[in-house]
T-cell receptor, first 113, second 115 residues
Framework: DAKTTQPPSMDCAEGRAANLPCNHS???????VYWYRQIHSQGPQYIIH???NNETNEMASLIITEDRKSSTLILPHATLRDTAVYYC??????????????FGTGTQLKVEL | EAGVAQSPRYKIIEKRQSVAFWCNPI?????LYWYQQILGQGPKLLIQ????????DSQLPKDRFSAERLKGVDSTLKIQPAKLEDSAVYLC?????????????FGEGSWLTVV
C-alpha cells in the first residue's frame, strides 16, 4: 500500500484558509488520493478525491502535484466546526481485484477564534 | 439518500462473551467494508465484500471474528469470544463498486467496550 505522510497537528484561525499537506511519494498511476475527516465519536466523513487533476467541491479543494507525489487539501474559509482529524489516503488496488482505504494517523486540525 | 446504517450504536460486554454488529449499506452499493478503529488510531480494514463474496479478509482475526453478507445487502460482524483488546469502534462502509473513483461512505460506527 502506498504510504502517506501528514503533519500530526495544525492550527488555523477561523475564516482563514486551512492548507493541509500530504506526501504520497510511492503512489501508483491508477491509485486515487482521498481525503476524509473525523470528528470525535463520528464515522469518517468523505471530503474529496482525485487522480491527477485538481478537484473542487462544496467542501474543499484538492491540489495534486504534477508528479502526484504530494497533495494539499484546502478548506477555503475554516470554521470552528472544521476542527477534526483529517486523513489523506491513497486508495490501494488489491491483487484480488478489490481496493481499500488504508488510514494513517492523520492531521489534527484545530480551528481557533 | 439514506446513509450507511449500523447497530447497535454502543455495546458493553464482559470478556469471553460474544457480540454481533449489523450494517445496512447505502442502497445499491455492491461493495461493503468493515473497519476497526482503536482509540487514537486510524481505522483498520478487517474485511471487504463484493456482493455476497469476500474480496479481502487478510486482516480479520479469524479465530474470533467472523463476518457474513449472505444476500449481498446487509452484513453482520461477530466477535466470539471477545477480548479486552477488542474494545474499539467498528465501522461499516460501502461503495457502488470496486473502481477506485467510487466514493466510500462510512456509517457512524458501533462502539464496543469489553470489560
Amino acid at each position: 500500500d502506498a504510504k502517506t505522510t501528514q503533519p500530526p497537528s495544525m492550527d488555523c484561525a477561523e475564516g482563514r484558509a486551512a492548507n493541509l499537506p500530504c506526501n504520497h511519494s510511492t503512489i501508483s498511476g491508477n491509485e486515487y488520493v482521498y481525503w476524509y475527516r473525523q470528528i470525535h465519536s463520528q464515522g469518517p466523513q468523505y471530503i474529496i478525491h482525485g487522480l491527477k487533476n485538481n478537484e473542487t467541491n462544496e467542501m474543499a479543494s484538492l491540489i495534486i502535484t504534477e508528479d502526484r507525489k504530494s497533495s494539499t487539501l484546502i478548506l477555503p474559509h475554516a470554521t470552528l466546526r472544521d476542527t477534526a482529524v483529517y486523513y489523506c489516503i491513497v486508495r490501494a488496488i488489491l491483487t484480488g481485484g478489490g481496493n481499500k482505504l488504508t488510514f494513517g494517523t492523520g492531521t489534527q486540525l484545530k480551528v481557533e477564534l | 439518500e439514506a446513509g450507511v446504517a449500523q447497530s447497535p450504536r454502543y455495546k458493553i460486554i464482559e470478556k469471553r462473551q460474544s457480540v454481533a454488529f449489523w450494517c445496512n449499506p447505502i442502497s445499491g452499493h455492491a461493495t461493503l467494508y468493515w473497519y476497526q478503529q482503536i482509540l487514537g488510531q486510524g481505522p483498520k480494514l478487517l474485511i471487504q465484500f463484493q456482493n455476497n463474496g469476500v474480496v479481502d479478509d487478510s486482516q480479520l482475526p479469524k479465530d474470533r471474528f467472523s463476518a457474513e453478507r449472505l444476500k449481498g445487502v446487509d452484513s453482520t460482524l461477530k466477535i466470539q469470544p471477545a477480548k479486552l483488546e477488542d474494545s474499539a469502534v467498528y465501522l461499516c462502509a460501502s461503495t457502488t463498486g470496486l473502481d477506485g473513483g467510487n466514493t466510500i461512505y462510512f456509517g457512524e460506527g458501533s462502539w464496543l467496550t469489553v470489560v
